[in-house]
């Protein structure tokens, strides 16, 4: 059954059909947006956060979301408008990595 699924999936994704990509964002500093903020690039509405957690291991706010296709390569800059602000944020891939450690 699980074979059906990821067949369709990659027949979705082959035709260019699949136009949201579930990503991981990593907030800048300042601020904690709520689930089902909105994602834009520019003035693009580009998707939108579903969950968002403090990460004491990244030392950060982390979330995910959903994004348009052309806005879910890691690195690329997002604004989150969430409860009246707007905040800084970038895509990154999933699953997290922390930062590696300083080298000494």
Same mark, same amino acid.
């Given at each position: 059954? @699980?074979?059906?699924?990821?067949?369709?999936? !990659?027949? *979705? $994704? +082959? @035709?260019?059909?699949? =136009? &949201?990509? *579930?990503?991981?964002?990593?907030? $800048? =500093?300042?601020?904690?947006?709520?689930?089902?903020? &909105?994602?834009?690039?520019?003035?693009? /509405?580009?998707?939108?956060?579903?969950?968002?957690?403090?990460? *004491?291991?990244? &030392? @950060?706010?982390? !979330?995910?979301?959903?994004? @348009?296709?052309?806005? +879910? /390569?890691?690195?690329? &800059?997002?604004?989150?408008? +969430?409860?009246?602000?707007?905040?800084? #944020? #970038?895509?990154?891939?999933?699953?997290?990595?922390?930062?590696?450690?300083? !080298? !000494?």
């Amino acid at each position: 059954m @699980r074979g059906e699924h990821e067949e369709v999936i !990659a027949r *979705l $994704d +082959s @035709r260019h059909k699949v =136009q &949201r990509f *579930l990503v991981g964002i990593l907030i $800048d =500093q300042g601020g904690v947006p709520e689930p089902r903020a &909105r994602i834009f690039v520019g003035k693009s /509405e580009a998707g939108l956060v579903t969950s968002v957690v403090p990460s *004491l291991e990244m &030392r @950060r706010i982390i !979330a995910l979301g959903y994004v @348009r296709n052309e806005h +879910s /390569e890691p690195g690329t &800059r997002i604004e989150i408008h +969430s409860g009246g602000a707007v905040l800084g #944020a #970038a895509v990154s891939a999933i699953p997290f990595k922390p930062p590696a450690p300083a !080298a !000494a």
